[in-house]
């Protein structure tokens, strides 16, 4: 048995308090925040910080913004594309195609259902195999004419196979940066708001990190100049949104405090 076994803590616990630490100190880096000793982990804040003014607790919440009505979420559309090149890569090998190495790039409102991203691969195998393909490296790649590409998928790079028998198809991964609106923010900020008064019993003075770590979510987002300048609804010492990636941190004002005006 595991020491985590041992002790009763699962290692999905114990994964989740270390990418906590990781993202307090990736804050406490690019705000210069001196300590005077190590932050002391805990649960309801997250962390106790001591310092020269006494503790501070630091509730770290990862953001995430889920689909707004009739949005589709960036798994549901990554998993459309990825039946699309699927499809194509059947299609096209069932017809005799020699082995090609291919890159696509989709439009952000590309496929609404599976029966269109079927339709889509279905076609854009059809247009493939219309091409002067490369045969071997030394013909270099193709750049297929957007004319002759179906509706939603806007470029195609094609290129031989390195040993003249293996392939790589793939979509890419990128596209739509969700928004992050005001409405946003105060929904995350009224949910953390309704424990400020448990974390007060650890340690007087209370911070919130609403952090945006972009390599572990699902749907990139990005922070809206109005909800960077908007003044919020909440009772925190001090609350930010903090972007792990980029390293920006940006304070989220709050209506019961003196600097909010």
Do not use: N
């Amino acid at each position: 048995m595991t020491l985590c076994g041992l002790l009763g803590v699962s290692t999905a616990t114990v994964a989740d308090k270390r990418l906590e630490r990781f993202h307090l100190e990736c804050f406490l880096q690019a705000r210069g925040v001196l300590l005077s000793g190590e932050p002391v982990p805990g649960e309801a804040p997250d962390f106790l910080l001591p310092t020269s003014e006494g503790l501070i607790g630091v509730e770290v919440s990862r953001f995430h913004r889920a689909p707004e009505p009739g949005e589709r979420s960036r798994v549901e559309i990554d998993g459309l594309r990825k039946l699309c090149v699927s499809v194509a890569h059947r299609a096209y090998r069932a017809a005799g195609g020699p082995p090609l190495w291919v890159t696509l790039h989709f439009a952000h409102d590309d496929h609404a259902t599976k029966a269109d991203a079927r339709v889509t691969g279905e076609r854009l195998a059809e247009a493939l195999l219309k091409q002067p393909l490369p045969r071997s490296l030394a013909d270099g790649t193709l750049d297929v004419a957007w004319e002759h590409l179906p509706p939603t998928v806007t470029s195609c790079r094609v290129r031989a196979s390195e040993d003249g028998a293996a392939d790589h198809w793939s979509g890419d991964s990128g596209g739509w940066v969700a928004p992050v609106a005001p409405h946003h923010i105060q929904r995350a900020l009224t949910a953390k708001q309704a424990r400020l008064a448990s974390y007060r019993q650890k340690a007087p003075r209370v911070w919130l990190l609403l952090v945006h770590d972009m390599f572990r979510e699902p749907q990139p987002a990005e922070l809206t100049d109005e909800a960077a300048e908007h003044v919020y609804q909440h009772g925190f010492d001090a609350a930010w949104w903090v972007e792990v990636h980029s390293k920006r941190i940006v304070a989220l004002r709050s209506a019961l405090s003196d600097d909010a005006a």
